[in-house]
């Protein structure tokens, strides 16, 4: 089932299959190639991404983004950049646009 928890329970399966056998996994046949193949990943994911995007359908869109937050993933774990490293990021921006929001607010 799909929760906030996905991502942390793939987060763990991508740090337990790096050092696996590249012969049965795509994660560990990856990080082999190094960070250069798996960011070239990310890059031609995202390509893929604003195609769908742009000139396909929901469920096309849908794949794609799957692909391009799964090897993102994997380009952070090979990088060691904790996913709570980033969700702490996106927490704080919450924060700081509140704040602008706020400020920006007419007073009364
Ligand atoms: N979410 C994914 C996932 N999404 C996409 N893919 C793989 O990503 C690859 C992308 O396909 P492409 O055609 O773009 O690439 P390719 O031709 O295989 O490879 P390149 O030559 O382009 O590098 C496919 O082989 C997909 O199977 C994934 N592979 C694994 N996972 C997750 O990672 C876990 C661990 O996987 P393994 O490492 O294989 O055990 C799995 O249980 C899943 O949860």
């Known amino acids: 089932m799909s929760s906030p928890d996905t991502l942390a329970r793939l987060e763990a399966t991508i740090a337990a299959r790096r050092t696996a056998d590249p012969e049965s ?11 250069g193949k798996i960011a070239q990943k990310v890059g031609e994911e995202a390509t893929e991404t604003v195609i769908a995007a742009l000139t396909q359908d929901r469920k096309a869109l849908t794949g794609e983004a799957a692909d391009l937050i799964f090897h993102l993933m994997v380009l952070l774990g090979a990088k060691d950049v904790p996913l709570a490293d980033v969700l702490a990021e996106l927490d704080r921006r919450e924060g700081v646009s509140g704040i602008a929001e706020k400020a920006s607010r007419p007073k009364d």
């Open 25 to 35: 996994s795509y994660v560990a046949r990856l990080n082999a190639k190094g960070p």
